[in-house]
């Protein structure tokens, strides 16, 4: 499908590839197990084995697909006021402040009861449309190629600490690019928590 005019000429976005339709993106978040062979079903001990792959069963809801949707829109959406040739942009990431009023960051929230599947619709939804690492080969302002992330998933940590959250996404960030960003900071005893989470919101913003 091809994307709204609004997207194009931007080298972040053009990247994803093209908006799936709503039928796309139900066939890709769908997960269905292979048939058993007729040796299968007639043994007890095979069929005990096979009923385990049910588990990879997923058939998208309706709730699912709107999840799916909704990925699309706002990963498209949070790229949209971070056009690399925008001075603005530049100006984002190095983390000096902007005049004037801001954009506001797409944010989305999913509530339900606990255990629902809702980690695992997202985490669908993302992996069925996108690539989490893009490399470009070229970049403006960057010298060699240019490794776009475009989604990170970790766990909320138990403390519920800013220092323990910014911890965590630095450690799957580096690890995710196969990068040694982090360090210098993860290393010290006291960072400030602040601080620390800042660090790590210049390179996602990248």
């Given at each position: 499908?091809?994307?709204?005019?609004?997207?194009?000429?931007?080298?972040?976005?053009?990247?994803?590839?093209?908006?799936q339709?709503e039928?796309?993106i139900?066939?890709?978040?769908?997960?269905?197990?292979?048939?058993?062979?007729?040796?299968?079903?007639?043994?007890?001990?095979?069929?005990?084995?096979?009923?385990?792959?049910?588990?990879?069963?997923?058939?998208?809801?309706?709730?699912?697909?709107?999840?799916?949707?909704?990925?699309?829109?706002?990963?498209?959406?949070?790229?949209?006021?971070?056009?690399?040739?925008?001075?603005?942009?530049?100006?984002?990431?190095?983390?000096?402040?902007?005049?004037?009023?801001?954009?506001?960051?797409?944010?989305v929230?999913?509530?339900?009861?606990?255990?629902?599947?809702?980690?695992?619709?997202?985490?669908?939804?993302?992996?069925?449309?996108?690539?989490?690492?893009?490399?470009?080969?070229?970049?403006?302002?960057?010298?060699g190629?240019?490794?776009?992330?475009?989604?990170?998933?970790?766990?909320v940590?138990?403390?519920?600490?800013?220092?323990?959250?910014?911890?965590?996404?630095?450690?799957?960030?580096?690890?995710v690019?196969?990068t040694?960003?982090?360090?210098?900071?993860?290393?010290?005893?006291?960072?400030?928590?602040?601080?620390?989470?800042?660090?790590?919101?210049?390179?996602?913003r990248?």
């Open positions: 499908m091809k994307p709204p005019s609004l997207f194009s000429g931007n080298p972040l976005i053009e990247a994803l590839g093209p908006i339709t039928s796309e139900r066939d890709r978040m769908a997960r269905t197990p292979p048939l058993p062979t007729p040796e299968e079903v007639s043994r007890r001990e095979l069929a005990m084995h096979r009923l385990n792959s049910l588990k990879e069963l997923n058939v998208v809801t309706v709730d699912a697909l709107k999840i799916g949707l909704t990925v699309s829109i706002a990963v498209r959406e949070g790229y949209r006021y971070r056009h690399p040739a925008d001075p603005k942009t530049t100006a984002l990431i190095r983390g000096r402040p902007l005049a004037g009023d801001l954009p506001e960051t797409p944010m929230s999913i509530v339900s009861v606990s255990g629902m599947g809702k980690s695992r619709a997202i985490s669908r939804a993302l992996a069925s449309q996108f690539e989490q690492i893009i490399e470009h080969p070229t970049y403006p302002g960057v010298v190629t240019f490794d776009q992330l475009v989604y990170l998933k970790v766990d940590p138990g403390t519920g600490k800013l220092i323990d959250l910014a911890r965590a996404l630095m450690i799957e960030t580096d690890r690019l196969g040694e960003e982090f360090n210098e900071m993860l290393s010290l005893r006291k960072p400030a928590p602040m601080a620390m989470f800042n660090a790590w919101l210049r390179v996602a990248r």
